[in-house]
């Protein structure tokens, strides 16, 4: 037997003794991995730093804190989310128990890559782990500190049999998709998103996709630029550009190309100084091999801020490429790095029309005073997710479904929506074995009398607590009416 076999094996095994059932049991792991990221801060700050020469204190920001979150309002909103949720019946089950009972799904497999090593790999753990489930872990063999790290500790604070990590590289990772899961859950490009598909489909497994792609960002020549630029700086060139949701490249009209150009060369030295290579906030790209890619990607373009690069040191500067074309290099494909290129449209419709021509990203920016754009924005384009007049937020709110759509991704996850897309939401009817009368209309012989009562039963949707509501109301008017006539007649 493998040891790719003899892990699933034992984290199956152990999820059949049925412990990851109860809840205090989950909470229990939770509290575990929640001790490992404050305890451990500084190994997973040390194994970001070597990784993507990222500064402490935003690994805290950008790895832990989100995890930090996500595992609080997991603990405590547990008992609600893994409750039966009772649902609107119609006539026909008005006196039975119709509800959807949240269950475990089995063993699920975890996928990470590298650009927040932490932060994705454990995010979506903290689901598996609150829906009652156990994971195999596997994070990106190219952050290769913090795949060491979290091996060698995570498993000091959760139980390992249930939650064991698998490191390697991506033949370790094919032969893990060989085994069977009962989810899968990926992070990482679309090319690699569609053979873990392929290999889920061997077993019908079902997977969630969290994938990249080109995230537009229009700027509206109306807008506070400096604001807009501040904000779109930020998100561009945190993490060295190397950010799912960064936006790709920017949508503006001509008239405002040059301003914005100033306006983000402005923010980047005030954010990372004139010299961002010696400066401590500013990292590194992971590797000489994605160092290439994006050196090839800025061929053909013009410079306007930024450009220069040190390969020993996998460093480019932040970059503004202007006068960029829809067939320049850089357009080619998901960037992720530190370029962002600007390309002129003479409109809103012409921006709209572009982003529609290309696959579905996971955000459509867009910066405006105007509510009306915003809507029109939303409403004409489809995207993960829409965000106006910020970056990157939208992935602090835990209520809001983070995820891709098309070729950006499938499935979500974050606070109760990681619970949910890692749960079998089961349906459950449970009748009482009396009122057989009622069933008669469904029985032979079929008439047309029995079809109009199935009709009237079947589609009148009853919302119970609306109903309950009614009968409130009518007691306590009845009531009411009552003592009314009582003091009256007394008088
Ligand atoms: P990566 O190289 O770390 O790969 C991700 C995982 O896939 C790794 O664990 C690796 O072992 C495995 N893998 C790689 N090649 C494989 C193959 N041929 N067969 C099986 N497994 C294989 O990460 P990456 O793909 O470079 O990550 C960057 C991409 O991920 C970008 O497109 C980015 O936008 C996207 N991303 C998306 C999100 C999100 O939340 N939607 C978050 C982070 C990154």
Redesign the pocket.
């Known amino acids: 037997m493998s040891r790719d076999q003899l892990v699933v094996q034992r984290a199956r095994k152990s999820f059949q003794t049925g412990n990851t059932r109860h809840l205090e049991y989950r909470i229990h792991q939770l509290e575990g991995l929640h001790r490992f990221i404050t305890e451990r801060q500084k190994d997973i700050a040390d194994a970001v730093k070597r990784d993507l020469g990222r500064s402490e204190n935003a690994v805290d920001l950008f790895e832990t804190l989100g995890l930090e979150g996500d595992i609080k309002l997991a603990i405590e909103k547990l008992a609600e989310w893994a409750a039966p949720r009772p649902v609107e019946k119609n006539l026909l089950t008005l006196l039975d128990e119709v509800y959807i009972q949240p269950e475990p799904l089995g063993v699920v497999l975890i996928?990470?890559?590298?650009?927040?090593p932490w932060a994705?790999t454990l995010q979506p753990l903290v689901g598996a782990i609150a829906a009652g489930n156990a994971a195999v872990i596997?994070?990106?063999?190219?952050?290769s500190h913090s795949a060491k790290v979290m091996e060698e500790l995570l498993p000091l604070y959760l139980d390992k049999d249930l939650y064991p990590v698998v490191t390697?590289?991506?033949s370790?990772?094919?032969e893990l998709?060989k085994q069977r899961f009962d989810h899968i859950f990926?992070?990482?490009?679309?090319?690699?998103g569609k053979?873990?598909m392929e290999?889920a489909a061997r077993h019908l497994t079902p997977v969630t996709l969290?994938?990249?792609?080109k995230s537009p960002c229009y700027i509206d020549k109306n807008c506070d630029l400096t604001i807009a630029c501040r904000r779109i700086t930020w998100g561009k060139f945190v993490n060295c550009g190397?950010?799912?949701?960064a936006p790709d490249y920017i949508l503006c009209e001509p008239s405002i190309q040059d301003r914005v150009v100033e306006e983000i060369k402005k923010c980047i030295k005030e954010f990372y100084t004139d010299n961002p290579k010696t400066f401590e906030d500013y990292g590194r790209i992971i590797n000489q091999r994605?160092f290439k890619r994006l050196m090839a990607l800025m061929e053909g373009s013009t410079v306007a801020v930024g450009g220069d690069s040190d390969e020993t040191q996998c460093y480019i500067a932040p970059t503004v490429l202007k006068d960029v074309t829809e067939t320049s290099k850089v357009m080619k494909e998901?960037i992720?790095g530190p370029l962002l290129p600007i390309i002129t449209v003479s409109n809103v419709d012409e921006a709209i029309q572009f982003i529609n021509e290309r696959e579905k990203p996971?955000v459509v920016y867009v910066f405006t005073h105007d509510n009306k754009l915003i809507r029109r924005v939303r409403a004409e384009t489809s995207s993960?997710a829409l965000l106006a007049n910020d970056c990157l937020v939208h992935f602090t709110v835990s209520a809001l479904p983070?995820?891709?759509v098309g070729n950006?991704?499938m499935g979500c996850y974050h606070g109760k929506h990681g619970f949910d897309q890692l749960s079998h939401l089961r349906s459950c009817l449970i009748k009482q074995l009396n009122k057989e009368g009622v069933n008669s209309m469904r029985y032979p012989p079929h008439t047309a009398k029995k079809l109009g009562w199935a009709r009237f039963f079947l589609l009148k949707q009853v919302n119970v607590c609306r109903l309950r509501r009614m009968v409130l109301l009518a007691i306590f008017t009845g009531l009411a009416a009552f003592l009314v006539q009582s003091f009256l007649r007394r008088r």
């Not at 190397?242 to 949701?245: E, K, L, S, V, Y």
């Open positions: 996928i990470g890559a590298w650009n927040y994705i596997k994070p990106s063999e190219v952050s390697g590289g991506v370790e990772t094919q998709l990926y992070t990482g490009n679309s090319t690699v053979l873990v290999a969290e994938l990249g792609g190397q950010t799912c949701i994605h998901e992720f996971l993960g983070f995820g891709g950006s991704g």
